[in-house]
């Protein structure tokens, strides 16, 4: 079992910056690959970051790719995401997600842990 606990949320402005953190705990946090997934009011969740086991193979949907970066720490069982540049199209609640397949996964289903949720809101 992994737990996993997501913070860094808030309101921020059109353009701003924000980073997310997620701690795990209950495993070994570097067996898992780990994913950032995000949902908006009225809209199905959607795959944002994945990042594997290592650190070293990362992946970006379309719509945040260049703007925002995924990283890991596993000395300190974390993983990031950096976000840059932000839009309105960027207000949703952030999941983060352990997947014991260990390699990067847009698809939620390879996902089995996940964590509460931080509310990121934008303004223009």
């Known amino acids: 079992q992994v737990q996993l606990v997501e913070s860094g949320g808030g309101l921020v402005q059109a353009g701003d910056s924000l980073t997310l953190s997620c701690v795990a705990s209950?495993?070994?946090?570097?067996?898992?690959?780990m994913g950032w997934f995000r949902q908006a009011p009225g809209k199905e969740r959607e795959f944002v970051a994945s990042i594997a086991w290592h650190g070293s193979s990362k992946d970006y949907s379309d719509s945040v790719k260049g703007r925002f970066t995924i990283s890991r720490d596993n000395a300190k069982d974390t993983v990031y995401l950096q976000m840059s540049s932000l839009k309105s199209e960027d207000t949703a609640v952030y999941y983060c997600?352990?997947?014991?397949?260990?390699?990067?996964?847009?698809?939620?289903?390879?996902?089995?842990?996940w964590g509460q949720g931080t509310q990121v809101t934008v303004s223009s």
């Open positions: 997600a352990a997947s014991s397949i260990r390699y990067i996964s847009r698809t939620s289903s390879t996902y089995t842990f």
């Open positions: 209950g495993r070994t946090f570097s067996s898992y690959a």
